[in-house]
C-alpha cells in the first residue's frame, strides 16, 4: 500500500477494562473476541507515562497542531479519580507546548459525582454518556447483571452534568439503535435531557452475525432513523445530530463527519489497559484477534502502528470499499459504511456494508427531503445567479478591506467610507459591482496580498474609480477623489481619459455634469467629458447591439480584461467596431431563431464582449457577464462561440457560488468525446457545453446524452449538481 503515512489524531485510551453494566449489545464482551478477559483490570502507571510519551513525539513529528484523547472502557470512571488524574496529568504535561490536547470521556454515566466532575473541570475533560433514550428503550439492552434497570442512575448523571458549574462539560448522549424501540419516543426521550449532540450509532454488526430485523424489512434501521431526521427537521434542528450532519455535509460536497460513513481515512488508535496497542475497538465484533497489530506503547511508536496493513486497509479511500460500492452514487457518502460492517468470513472486509440497503435508503431519504431547500436557487433562477455572484464581489471587496487592515492608507479609508454610503443609494453600485471586471481586479489583489506582497496595496486604490463610474452613471451629487497614474483616468465601464496636467500620477476629483462629469486636477479648471462622445482626450467604452440585439459593452480598455488566457485586441478601430457590431446583429438573429430561450437568458446575463486576438472563447478569472471571443468570419462562427463562451461562463459563475461537486478528484469517468477518462467536474462542463451547442452540434447532443447517463451515477455530485443534471435532462427533452 503507497501514500503516507496518515497520522494518528485521536486515541481511545482504555483506562479500565471491566463494566459495571452487562450490556448485552456490547462488541467488547458479547462479541466475538474476547481478549478482555486476559488484560488487567486497570491501566498501570508505566503504560500511562508512555502512552503520554508516544503521543507526544507522534504529534510533534506529525506537526498535528492538536489532538484528541478519549478515555474508555470497559467502564472508564472504575478506574477512579486518582488514576484518572494521573492520566489527565500525564498526557497534559507530555503534550504541553507540542499540540493543543482534547480530553474526553466515554461512560454509562453511573458513578458520575462531584467528584469526578471537578476533577474533569480541572483538566477540560469533556464528558459524553451512553443512553438508548427512554427507560423503556434503554432497559432493553443496558441492565445491571441482575437485570436491574440502569436508567435512573444515568439520569442522575446527565442532570448533574447539566448544573451550572459542570455544564461545559457535557459533550453529548450516545444512542445505540434498536428498530424494536419506538424512534420518536426515544428521540424526545434524548433530547429532553438538553444535549449539546446526539450520536446514533448502528448496533454493530457482520454478514456472520447480521443485525435484527424483526419486521424482515431490508431498510429498517433506515426507516427508523428517518422517522427522527423529519422530526428533527421540523423542530428546527435544534440539536445537532452527528449521524444527519454528516450526511447532509457529503451530500453538499463536504466531508463527513463520523467514522462509520465517508471516505475520509481512518486516524484512531487504540490503546489497551495492558499498554497493546490495536485498531479501531470495533473490529472486535468480526472475529477473535481483528483489531490486533502486534505492537504496544512500550516498544513501538504509532507511526508502526499507522503503518500496519489493517490500519492502511482502511485509509485507502474509494480504493478500500469493494467493488460493487465504487460503482454507486452514494459511496461519497457512505464510504461502504463501517468497516467493521463490510466482514464476513468467506471474503474477508471486500463486501458492501450489512446494513447497504439502509444506508443507502438513509442517504437517499435525505436528499430527497431537503433538495428543495438545500439547492441553491442559483441553479435555476437566472436572475438569482447574477445576484448571487454580485454578492460574492461585495464580499471579496469586504475582505480586501480587512486584508488591508490599515496598509491602504487614507486614501483607501476614504474611498471605502464612500462605497459604504453609496450601498443606500439606490443601484448605483450595482453596474460597478457587477462588471465582470471588478472581479478579476479584486481577485488578482487579494492574492497578492496573501502573497506577501504589501506594495501591490496600490492596487486597491483602483476602488475610487469604481465609485466614480456609479457616481456618474447614477448621477449621484457627491464627488470622488480618483487617483490616476501613467497620465489617465480609467472609469470602469464608462471609458478612459487623458489628462493634460503634465503628470504622470495624481489624483483627480470627479463630479457629475450633464451628459457626464466634470473632472478638476490640481487648481486647474474643471473639464466636461460627454462619456458617450469620443473625443482626442476621452475614449468611451463603445456599446454594440440595438435593434433586437443585446446592448453589449465592446470593453478594450479596461486594464483588468486580460485574464483570459489568451492575448486580448488593443482598442478597436471605429470600421472594427462597425464590423463587430453588424456580425453580431446577424450571430444573434441566428441564435434567437435557433435557440430562443438560451439567446433571452443570455440577453439578460450578458454585459461585456472584449476582444481576443484568436482561439476559442476563453473563460478568465472575471465575474460572470463577460466573454472573451476572436471575431470569427461568419455569424454561424460568432453565434456558436457567443453561445459556447456564455454556457462556459455560466457553469463557472455556479460553481462560484455553489457546490455542483466534491472536490474529492478520486474518480475518472469515461468521456464520449476523448480516449482518456476525466473529472466529474471535466465531465459536467463538456456535457453543460455540448447540450447547449445541440441545435448547432447534433453530434455533441448524442455524445451529451451518453455523458449525463455517466454523470447520473457519480458519487461526486452533489444535490445541486443533481438538480443541474435534472435542468439539462428537461434541456435535451428528457426531463
Same mark, same amino acid.
Not at 472508564?76 to 493543543?100: F, I, K, S
Not at 471609458?495 to 457629475?512: I, K, N, P
Given at each position: ?45 508505566? @503504560? ?45 504535561? @507530555? ?17 458520575? $459525582? ?23 428503550? +434503554? ?8 437485570g436491574r434497570t440502569s436508567h435512573p442512575l444515568v439520569l442522575q448523571a446527565v442532570d448533574l452534568l447539566r448544573q451550572d458549574r459542570y455544564r461545559h462539560l457535557y459533550l453529548g448522549l450516545l444512542c445505540t439503535i434498536d428498530v424494536a424501540n419506538d424512534p420518536l419516543a426515544v428521540y424526545d426521550a434524548l433530547t429532553e435531557l ?26 429498517? #434501521? ?66 477473535? %484477534? ?15 502502528? @499507522? ?14 470499499? $469493494? /467493488? ?50 438545500? !439547492? ?35 486614501a483607501w479609508e476614504e474611498a471605502w467610507e464612500l462605497a459604504c454610503a453609496l450601498e443606500g443609494q439606490g443601484d448605483a453600485l450595482d453596474v460597478a459591482y457587477g462588471h465582470p471586471y471588478t472581479h478579476t481586479w479584486l481577485q488578482e489583489t487579494l492574492a497578492a496580498l496573501r502573497a506577501g506582497k504589501p506594495e501591490t496595496a ?7 474609480? #469604481? ?18 497614474? %501613467? ?48 473625443? @482626442? ?30 492575448? !486580448? ?82 457553469? &463557472? ?15 475518472? &469517468? ?31 447532443? /448524442? ?29 435535451? %427533452? +428528457?426531463?
Amino acid at each position: 500500500m503507497t501514500g503516507p503515512l496518515v497520522p494518528f489524531r485521536e486515541i481511545v485510551l482504555k483506562v479500565h477494562s471491566r463494566c459495571d453494566l452487562a450490556c448485552d449489545h456490547c462488541y467488547i464482551y458479547e462479541h466475538a473476541d474476547q481478549s478482555w478477559r486476559t488484560r488487567p483490570k486497570a491501566i498501570s502507571d508505566e @503504560a500511562i507515562s508512555w502512552t503520554a510519551l508516544r503521543l507526544a513525539e507522534h504529534a510533534k513529528s506529525h506537526a498535528l497542531p492538536s489532538v484528541s484523547v478519549i478515555l474508555h472502557g470497559g467502564e472508564p470512571l472504575l478506574a477512579g479519580p486518582q488514576r484518572l488524574r494521573r492520566v489527565c496529568e500525564e498526557l497534559t504535561g @507530555a503534550l504541553d507546548g507540542v499540540a493543543e490536547l482534547d480530553l474526553r470521556i466515554h461512560t454509562n454515566g453511573l458513578q458520575l $459525582s462531584p467528584r469526578y466532575l471537578d476533577l474533569f473541570s480541572e483538566y477540560d475533560v469533556k464528558v459524553g454518556i451512553s443512553l438508548d433514550g427512554d427507560r423503556r428503550a +434503554n432497559d432493553r439492552h443496558r441492565r445491571f447483571a441482575d437485570g436491574r434497570t440502569s436508567h435512573p442512575l444515568v439520569l442522575q448523571a446527565v442532570d448533574l452534568l447539566r448544573q451550572d458549574r459542570y455544564r461545559h462539560l457535557y459533550l453529548g448522549l450516545l444512542c445505540t439503535i434498536d428498530v424494536a424501540n419506538d424512534p420518536l419516543a426515544v428521540y424526545d426521550a434524548l433530547t429532553e435531557l438538553d444535549p449539546p449532540r446526539i450520536d446514533f450509532l448502528l448496533p454493530h454488526a457482520t454478514w456472520d452475525d447480521p443485525p435484527a430485523r424483526p419486521d424482515g424489512s431490508p431498510t429498517a #434501521y433506515a426507516d427508523w432513523i428517518l422517522t427522527i431526521f423529519d422530526r428533527w427537521d421540523r423542530q428546527g434542528r435544534n440539536v445537532p445530530v452527528r449521524l444527519f450532519e454528516s450526511v447532509l455535509s457529503t451530500l453538499g460536497g463536504g466531508p463527513s463527519l463520523t467514522e462509520s460513513l465517508g471516505l475520509a481515512p481512518t486516524d484512531l488508535v487504540v490503546v489497551e489497559t495492558d499498554g497493546t496497542l490495536e485498531q479501531v475497538d470495533s473490529l472486535k465484533s468480526a472475529y477473535e %484477534g481483528a483489531a490486533a497489530t502486534g505492537f504496544d506503547v512500550f516498544t513501538h511508536a504509532f507511526d508502526d502502528v @499507522a503503518a500496519h496493513p489493517g490500519v492502511r486497509a482502511r485509509q485507502l479511500g474509494l480504493a478500500g470499499v $469493494s /467493488e460493487t460500492c465504487r460503482q454507486c452514487p452514494v459511496v461519497r457518502s457512505c464510504g461502504g459504511g463501517l468497516y467493521t460492517h463490510r466482514y464476513s468470513s468467506r471474503s474477508d472486509f471486500d463486501n458492501t456494508s450489512v446494513y447497504c440497503t439502509d444506508l443507502e435508503a438513509l442517504i437517499r431519504g435525505i436528499e430527497q427531503r431537503t433538495a428543495a431547500t438545500t !439547492v441553491s436557487p442559483a441553479v435555476t433562477d437566472p436572475g438569482e445567479l447574477m445576484a448571487q455572484h454580485q454578492d460574492v464581489t461585495r464580499m471579496l471587496l469586504a475582505d480586501l478591506h480587512l486584508e488591508l487592515d490599515g496598509i491602504g492608507g487614507e486614501a483607501w479609508e476614504e474611498a471605502w467610507e464612500l462605497a459604504c454610503a453609496l450601498e443606500g443609494q439606490g443601484d448605483a453600485l450595482d453596474v460597478a459591482y457587477g462588471h465582470p471586471y471588478t472581479h478579476t481586479w479584486l481577485q488578482e489583489t487579494l492574492a497578492a496580498l496573501r502573497a506577501g506582497k504589501p506594495e501591490t496595496a496600490a492596487l486597491a486604490l483602483r476602488l475610487p474609480s #469604481y465609485l466614480a463610474a456609479a457616481v456618474v452613471r447614477g448621477g449621484l451629487e457627491t464627488s470622488v477623489r480618483v487617483p490616476y497614474q %501613467g497620465g489617465r483616468l480609467c472609469l470602469p465601464t464608462l471609458g478612459e481619459l487623458r489628462l493634460t496636467d503634465g503628470a504622470e500620477h495624481g489624483v483627480a476629483e470627479l463630479s457629475v455634469a450633464e451628459r457626464g462629469f466634470l473632472v478638476r486636477v490640481g487648481g486647474r479648471e474643471p473639464h466636461h467629458v460627454h462619456t458617450g462622445r469620443e473625443s @482626442a482626450l476621452w475614449r468611451p467604452v463603445r456599446t454594440l447591439g440595438g435593434d433586437g440585439t443585446p446592448a453589449l459593452r465592446l470593453d478594450d480598455l479596461d486594464p483588468y480584461r486580460d485574464c483570459f488566457g489568451v492575448p !486580448v485586441r488593443k482598442r478597436l478601430g471605429a470600421g472594427e467596431a462597425a464590423e463587430w457590431s453588424g456580425r453580431l446583429a446577424e450571430a444573434w438573429g441566428l441564435l434567437r431563431h435557433t435557440v430562443p430561450e438560451q439567446a433571452t437568458e443570455a440577453a439578460d446575463c450578458l454585459t461585456t464582449l472584449t476582444p481576443l486576438i484568436a482561439g476559442e472563447p476563453a473563460q478568465g478569472r472575471h465575474g460572470y457577464g463577460a466573454l472573451g471571443i476572436a471575431l470569427p468570419d461568419t455569424a454561424r462562427g460568432l453565434a456558436l462561440d457567443l453561445l459556447r463562451g456564455f454556457r462556459r461562463a455560466k457553469l &463557472h459563475a455556479l460553481v462560484e457560488v455553489t457546490d455542483l461537486y466534491a472536490q474529492d478528484g478520486l474518480w475518472r &469517468h469515461p468521456a464520449p468525446w476523448q480516449d482518456e477518462p476525466v473529472t466529474a467536474s471535466e465531465l459536467l462542463a463538456g456535457t453543460y457545453e455540448r447540450v447547449g451547442l445541440a441545435a448547432f452540434e447534433p453530434a455533441g447532443a /448524442e455524445q451529451a446524452g451518453r455523458a449525463l447517463q455517466t454523470l447520473e451515477r457519480a458519487a461526486e455530485l452533489t444535490v445541486g449538481g443533481r438538480r443541474l443534471l435534472d435542468e439539462l435532462r428537461k434541456e435535451t %427533452g +428528457n426531463g
